[in-house]
């Protein structure tokens, strides 16, 4: 309403301004108008009477002359003709000629001039022209009357205001006429947006909606409405309405900063293009929804070719490009770096130690130094970044052990929460690393560490305790590392709900006869999938095997089974990754041999990066999804699988040792190293009635779309407001104790 009566009246003031300044603008054009046109009546008349009135000059003919002045003076606008002689006497005139009229000198060179003379109210244009004959030297002099340009004048200004009131009354009454139309469909609308709000839409309504504020009054009006929720319980439905609510309300005005080695959009030149690639990371995948929800700054290695032409000069680009909602910060590595640090201590190191993959992992001082390196670099840029003194960090993963205690020093208020996302060994295995204590001390800057599962947790409290002179507190999870307390939870990862992939999605039995016209298959042919990072932590070659057994032990299934793998190509440039590859490419190979025909190929092996909306479409043409890690933190391709499948039919096996197993235990729970019972698990999947796979389904979709990854955010983000809360409280208590200390101090 203030909107409208503000404008209306900015309206009115205009429309104001224009009636006071356009009319006498019109008036006074139109009276230099109008003398103009007396002054060109002068010329035209002096110039009809000019031969005459010489010869009548030259004659001495004073009646004569009059008598042509008379004549002229007829013309209505034409009050007196006269005849100024060279010494300035009126010496010839016609009776209307004012008496005070006073004869002017000549100009100079001879041209006419045009003068006003006033008569009490009255203005007269005084013409004079000068007249040379052999015997005389004068000036023709013409008054005209200025009354019809004064008249003229009015007119326009009478007419000027008359057109613009009308202007003016016309256009309010077709600006009212569509604003009530406007305002009437504006109200349609948000009565929808609000009936859509109270029944929990999923936001169809806002694609179909025709004013541009619809889905933004339905996101605020969520956002109301979640900041009226409980954020704690089991029933609470997470959204990304009621992380921003908890964000606002927990903490208040707080800034986010994410620090993760992968960045979620890679730019990558492809030829004379530049090409954006979303990577296969569970990673990104978990927190982009998150950064997309809050808005702040993601700080990440720059790994694409063409990244640095992508940024600005401090190293920043808005994204998601399609809709920017919050900021990534690229941090550019040398090969020296990525090799020691990412490939060397990361990824031949803590990834094998952790995942117990067998693998030996390898321990070298130079990716050690590397790493310390890169460390000191990203807590360089987080600092750079920071705008508060007390942001909210989220430090991600293995490749950042020594960040927390780096930023601890630099930013002492902020809070830090570290989540690593692999496996946690017990304190055997993480002996081995002949840096535990620098790794552990550089975790416990943190405030609050997070794994994926309680087990993860217990094996990192062990670990400190077994390495570290550290306090740990098992009853509430808490380790006391020198002066400073660290919360140690498990925060089960997850995915959002629902997946941005599914918007564009065909209907199940679409996606089914797509993918099989793709891969050359009839339409009752049963099909697993399999998607992941070409990682050996994945089991991808034990599951083959299990294929293999169930095609030997069962032979009827040949010609109406076949296994599609994706496997996205990663860190190439270590052997155990390349050595998979070859392995693995070679095994499908020997299967296809040993099972398939001319017309049947039991395994396809596809190995390149599948966008989402291609693993989506996969997924939702499978009859079963094979996830078979021989360790896994917790496995969002498992999450991804069973959110895919809105007709609530396939069926996932899932491997024991991923950290999903223990929340979706309506899967087909599996030990990957025990090939023969995958393969049986395989059969039974492939036997299983529909309503079964319907009953497992939904438990799994229901468990998914609650525990989704703005839950995950939420709870961290719930934890870390009770932090700051209590040590806020702790810093009154000691700022009071100091006060009532101080007067003793004093006295003593
Ligand atoms: O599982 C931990 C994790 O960091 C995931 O987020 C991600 O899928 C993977 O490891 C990292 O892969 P990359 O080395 O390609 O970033």
Same mark, same amino acid.
């Given at each position: 309403m203030k909107f409208i009566i503000r404008y209306g009246l900015a309206a009115l003031l205009m429309a104001v301004a224009m009636v006071l300044l356009i009319p006498p603008f019109a008036a006074s054009l139109i009276e230099q108008w109008s003398k103009s046109d007396v002054e060109s009546r002068s010329v035209l008349a002096f110039n009809t009477a000019l031969d005459e009135l010489t010869g009548l000059l030259d004659e001495h003919d004073a009646k004569k002359i009059v008598a042509l002045f008379e004549r002229m003076a007829l013309d209505e606008q034409l009050l007196a003709v006269g005849f100024c002689d060279r010494n300035g006497v009126l010496v010839y005139k016609t009776k209307e000629m004012p008496k005070s009229f006073v004869c002017k000198a000549p100009t100079a060179n001879g041209t006419p001039q045009f003068s006003t003379l006033h008569l009490g109210r009255r203005s007269l244009m005084v013409s004079s022209f000068p007249v040379i004959t052999p015997n005389e030297r004068g000036q023709m002099v013409l008054l005209h009357d200025l009354a019809v340009v004064a008249q003229r004048g009015a007119e326009a200004r009478l007419w000027t205001i008359a057109v613009l009131v009308g202007v003016v009354f016309?256009?309010?009454?077709?600006?009212?006429? *569509?604003?009530?139309?406007?305002?009437?469909?504006?109200? @349609?609308?948000?009565?929808?947006?609000?009936?859509?709000? =109270?029944?929990?839409?999923?936001?169809?309504?806002?694609?179909?909606?025709?004013?541009?504020? %619809?889905?933004?009054?339905?996101?605020?009006?969520?956002?109301? @409405?979640?900041?009226?929720?409980?954020?704690?319980?089991?029933?609470?439905?997470?959204?990304? %309405?009621?992380?921003?609510?908890?964000?606002?309300?927990?903490?208040? #005005?707080?800034?986010?900063i994410v620090v993760s080695n992968r960045e979620p959009y890679i730019h990558n030149r492809d030829g004379g293009e530049i090409v954006l690639?979303?990577?296969?990371?569970?990673?990104?995948?978990?927190?982009?929804?998150?950064?997309? %929800?809050? #808005? #702040?700054?993601?700080?990440?290695?720059?790994? #694409?070719?063409?990244? %640095?032409?992508?940024?600005?000069?401090?190293? =920043?680009?808005? *994204?998601?490009?399609? @809709?920017?909602?919050?900021?990534?910060?690229?941090?550019?590595?040398?090969?020296?770096?990525?090799?020691?640090?990412?490939?060397?201590?990361?990824?031949?190191?803590?990834?094998?130690?952790?995942?117990?993959a067998f693998v030996r992992p390898n321990f070298r001082d130079s990716d050690w130094s590397q790493y310390k390196l890169v460390n000191a670099r990203f807590a360089q840029a987080v600092v750079d970044e920071a705008k508060r003194s007390d942001p909210i960090i989220l430090v991600q993963d293995y490749h950042f052990a020594l960040l927390p205690a780096m930023l601890r020093k630099k930013l002492p208020n902020a809070t830090i929460i570290t989540f690593w996302h692999i496996p946690w060994p017990n304190p055997e295995i993480f002996g081995i690393c002949p840096w535990k204590e620098e790794i552990i001390a550089g975790l416990l800057g943190s405030s609050v560490i997070g794994f994926h599962t309680r087990f993860h947790c217990n094996n990192f409290l062990d670990t400190v305790d077994r390495f570290m002179e550290a306090r740990t507190d098992r009853e509430h999870s808490l380790i006391s590392f020198g002066s400073h307390d660290t919360l140690v939870r498990p925060y089960p990862i997850s995915i959002e709900w629902p997946p941005a992939a599914m918007a564009a999605q065909k209907p199940v039995a679409e996606c089914r006869s797509l993918v099989r016209k793709r891969f050359g298959l009839a339409d009752q042919v049963r099909l697993g999938v399999g998607i992941e990072r070409f990682d050996y932590t994945k089991g991808i070659l034990d599951r083959l095997r299990a294929i293999d057994a169930l095609l030997s032990r069962c032979p009827e299934w040949k010609d109406k089974f076949v296994f599609v793998q994706v496997a996205a190509p990663t860190r190439s440039k270590l052997a155990a990754y390349t050595g998979l590859q070859q392995e693995a490419a070679e095994l499908a190979r020997e299967i296809n041999a040993r099972?398939? /025909?001319?017309?049947?190929?039991?395994?396809?092996?596809?190995?390149?990066?599948?966008?989402?909306?291609?693993?989506?479409?996969?997924? =939702?043409?499978?009859?079963?999804?094979?996830?078979?890690?021989?360790?896994?933190?917790?496995?969002?391709?498992?999450?991804?699988?069973?959110?895919?499948?809105?007709?609530?039919?396939?069926?996932?096996?899932? /491997?024991?040792?991923?950290?999903?197993?223990?929340?979706?235990?309506?899967?087909?729970? *599996?030990?990957?190293?025990?090939?023969?019972?995958? /393969?049986?698990?395989?059969?039974?999947a492939l036997l299983m009635p529909r309503a079964e796979q319907r009953e497992r389904m939904r438990l799994m979709r229901e468990i998914v779309r609650l525990r989704n990854v703005y839950r995950w955010a939420g709870q961290i983000l719930l934890d870390a407001a009770d932090l700051r809360k209590r040590r806020r409280i702790l810093q009154l208590m000691s700022r009071e104790q100091s006060a009532v200390n101080a007067p003793l101090v004093n006295r003593a």
């Open positions: 016309v256009a309010a009454a077709f600006a009212g006429l *569509v604003t009530i139309l406007l305002a009437r469909r504006w109200l @349609q609308s948000m009565r929808r947006a609000i009936d859509d709000v =109270r029944l929990g839409g999923s936001g169809a309504v806002a694609a179909t909606e025709a004013t541009p504020f %619809a889905g933004e009054f339905r996101r605020l009006l969520r956002d109301l @409405q979640m900041s009226q929720l409980p954020a704690e319980g089991p029933d609470v439905e997470w959204s990304p %309405a009621m992380l921003r609510s908890v964000l606002a309300r927990k903490l208040p #005005g707080a800034e986010v690639q979303i990577p296969a990371s569970g990673l990104v995948a978990a927190i982009e929804p998150i950064m997309r %929800a809050c #808005g #702040g700054t993601w700080i990440a290695h720059g790994s #694409g070719s063409a990244d %640095a032409e992508t940024v600005d000069r401090c190293d =920043r680009i808005r *994204v998601p490009p399609s @809709q920017p909602s919050y900021t990534l910060r690229r941090v550019w590595l040398t090969e020296g770096e990525q090799n020691g640090y990412y490939y060397g201590l990361a990824n031949e190191g803590l990834w094998p130690l952790c995942h117990m099972h398939g /025909s001319k017309t049947y190929q039991p395994i396809f092996l596809i190995v390149r990066h599948y966008e989402p909306h291609e693993i989506f479409e996969l997924f =939702r043409a499978a009859d079963l999804c094979i996830v078979s890690s021989l360790h896994d933190g917790m496995n969002l391709v498992a999450k991804e699988f069973v959110a895919a499948r809105d007709d609530e039919e396939g069926v996932l096996l899932l /491997s024991n040792f991923a950290g999903a197993s223990r929340e979706l235990s309506e899967a087909l729970i *599996v030990n990957p190293y025990d090939v023969h019972s995958v /393969s049986v698990a395989i059969e039974e």
